[in-house]
């Protein structure tokens, strides 16, 4: 039984170093058991420029605060670090994001001092191999302020070749009906746009040839760059003090593609989904 891993850093770990390390790696594709490990930073500042470049391609305005999804790409290199250790059965390469839960208990100025912690422990056995929980916690002067769940699939030997896309219930068509689709082109190269503003240069974003050996025809978008090109296409709603905000990755978004963004007003939350032309869910998700 592998022992519980606690890592105290003095700053962000070095994207390029844990690239390489993810590069080399050689681990076995077998289910393996995944021990307690975290790691925390204690101050970690946003980078002006790199900021600019996630609110361009995202399509959020320079507002003064940090959007919502942003805590996350600042915490990528300590769940970099926590994916490469040793004790994790898994190469870092290739691991899928499937699922979301970010909640903001307040908005966070551009130069707020962060403190950021991410642990992980356990997994799910799931019909195309196993699910892993990455939680990340963010504090500011000892208060937090900002968390979320990442739920990552790690696809092993005798899963299903693909994560099947669906149709929307004929009760989420209602719910969509009377909402006015914005229609994006997502270009082939947006997997290296977002990699350079956001460091996560996993390459099943990149190219079909790098995509293939992980069961994807093409290059599939970031979820995350989805994600946030979701929010900042909600306007006010997604620049509320207090959110939180959820979504499913139903299907990879392949690279280049045209999709529809919706939004359906809910009781207590606006339902949101991007969508194939022809009806198949990417993603879906709510905003409260």
Known sequence: ??????????ALPSLGVQLVRAAVA?????????????VRVRHVVAEPQRLARYRAICGFEADGFLPATY???????????????????????????IRNVIRQLRRLPDPA????????????????GRELDLSTHVDVDGVRVWEAVTTMLRRLPGGESSRKGRKAPE????????SRPARWMVPAGMGRRYA????????????????????????????MWTLSRCLAEMGEAGEAPALTLTCEFRRPLYLPSRVRFQTARQEEAIAF????????????????
């Open 26 to 38: 050689r681990k076995p594709a077998r289910a393996a058991e995944v021990p307690r490990l975290e």
């Open 71 to 97: 805590p996350q790409v600042l915490a990528t290199p300590l769940h970099m670090a926590l994916l490469n250790r040793p004790e994790f059965p898994y190469r870092l390469l290739g691991m899928i994001h």
């Open 113 to 128: 001092p962060l403190a950021i912690s991410c642990f992980l422990e356990g997994q799910r056995e799931v019909r195309l």
């Open 1 to 10: 039984m592998s022992l519980p891993v606690s890592l105290e850093l003095d």
């Open 273 to 288: 989904r991007v969508s194939a032309e022809e009806g198949e869910v990417h993603l879906e998700g709510s905003l409260r």
């Open 196 to 223: 350079r503003a956001s460091g996560d240069y996993n390459p099943i974003h990149f190219s079909a040839l790098a995509a293939r050996p992980f069961g994807f025809p093409r290059a599939i978008a970031h979820g």
């Open 171 to 178: 009760e989420e068509g209602t719910a969509f009906r009377d």
